[in-house]
């Protein structure tokens, strides 16, 4: 009957374990201080072509998409991210294992006099003794519990860094790249500037040896040639220091990087279909993870207060003794205990309660953190949608101004050989092309850049292949 009562208190301490309450607050996300149903000044996207595409794919570029799958392989920011996942996984399978009887084995041996306890001399004897022991902290107040929890917030946390990461590298590949290729065009408009001015410079000087020109004529076009001149080097230098950036990006030593189609060649993304969803915004990488830091941190909360009230706690054996060693294991020589203890605070100058206060004053912060971090997120989303549709705009003007840059040069030339005006007209003409050819291929790398810094914004980006297809499917 004893051991059936044993037994008894044993379930019914389990059960409690069980069904005790979790102290302090479950969480709840709470007013984000953004309308469920905002919509954007050019809102133009639907939801799943953001989160399960390969957005730069869509650029045509196979040398950009081969150098994207290499950064995602070797960069170390990645690979830095996806050791912390790992690490945070073993904290977890740490922390929950606190939740579980902590089983010990003991076996001591010892030879004396006494009976311990008692002031008795006895004959000397051995003592032998081989027991497992139990040590269970029971979770009465769902403190263990809420340490699980706020340890699983955090591994999801690292999961959403990790992601967050990658999609930052993406961009920062793709943007990179674009930058080059506008490095590349305006290191050869520089050159082929040159060339034209370096040939204008010496039928200006023929002219001027012959008598049939000014040497003002001659100064002005050879300080033209020798600012085309200074500018082939600065662009040189941005080439290969904008070469140098990649290689660190695809985790590589500084070095040339392979190209593939040159700037104007670059296939623009299709026109966004209409449809943002400002639900999408929390479903950011970067959100979710701030997300995730809100719940580890509200967890502590029940853990503070779980630290006001006794901490429960079963200990227990059995084993076996003897006094001979190879009597140890024979019949009779089973030995057993059990036990509880509970401890609890009594007087600590409210330290409890402010831990307490400290851990909710915390988890505001956090809930602001997260609220600050959406709004930012609304943010860079219409920041990008702005500068796609503007950069286009300003795009489309730039190279019209360099159509017409192109006639009047040309034209200006002729008028100066027919003697119709000075050479300050064919130099002012000259000087624009080559202003408007280096901020057209500028403008053109920005808005490439547009759809890089909105899809980046939109928290699309990579995804395994497992979850593309999984994705395929729901569609």
Known sequence: MRRIGYILFGFLVLILAIQGCKMGPNYERGDTRVDSTMVFRYDDIREDTIINIAWWEQFGDPQLQELIEIALIENQDVRIAASRIEEARAFLGF?????????????????????????????ARNVFLVAPALNWEIDFWGKLRRANEAAAAEMMATEYGRRAIQIALISEVAATYFLLLDYDQRLEIAR????????????????FDEGYTAQIDLDQAQIQEYIAEASVPFYERLVAQTENALSVLLGRPPGSVPRGLDLYSQPVPPEVPPGIPSSLMVRRPD???????????????????????PSINLTG?????????????????????????LVGP??????????????????????????????????????????IQTFRRELDARLKQRTS?????SLSRERYDG?????????????????TELETSQTQQLYLRSYINLYKALGGGWISREEREEATQEN
Do not use: C, H
Request: no cysteine; aromatic share 8%.
């Open 95 to 123: 922390t929950k294992a606190d939740m579980y009887p902590n089983i010990s084995i003991s076996a001591q041996g010892s030879r004396n006099n006494f009976i311990s306890g008692a002031n008795i001399e006895v004959d």
């Open 192 to 207: 082929n500037t040159l060339e034209s001015r370096q040939v204008s410079t010496q039928l200006i000087k023929d002219r």
């Open 287 to 309: 959100v979710m993870q701030v997300e995730q830091l809100v719940i580890a941190q509200n967890a502590r909360i029940g853990i503070a207060k779980g630290a006001m009230f």
């Open 317 to 341: 054996f059995f084993g076996s003794s003897s006094n001979e060693i190879g009597e140890l294991f024979s019949s009779g020589s089973a030995v057993w205990s059990f036990g509880g203890s």
């Open 346 to 387: 009594l007087f600590n100058l409210g330290k409890n309660r402010r831990r307490v206060e400290i851990e909710r004053q915390r988890t505001e912060q956090s809930r602001l953190t997260y609220q600050a971090t959406v709004l930012q997120a609304f943010r860079e989303v219409e920041d990008a949608l702005i500068e």
């Open 405 to 409: 840059a192109t006639s009047a040069k």
């Open 419 to 435: 003697g119709v005006t000075s050479y300050l007209e064919v130099l002012e003409n000259d000087r624009t092309l080559f202003n």
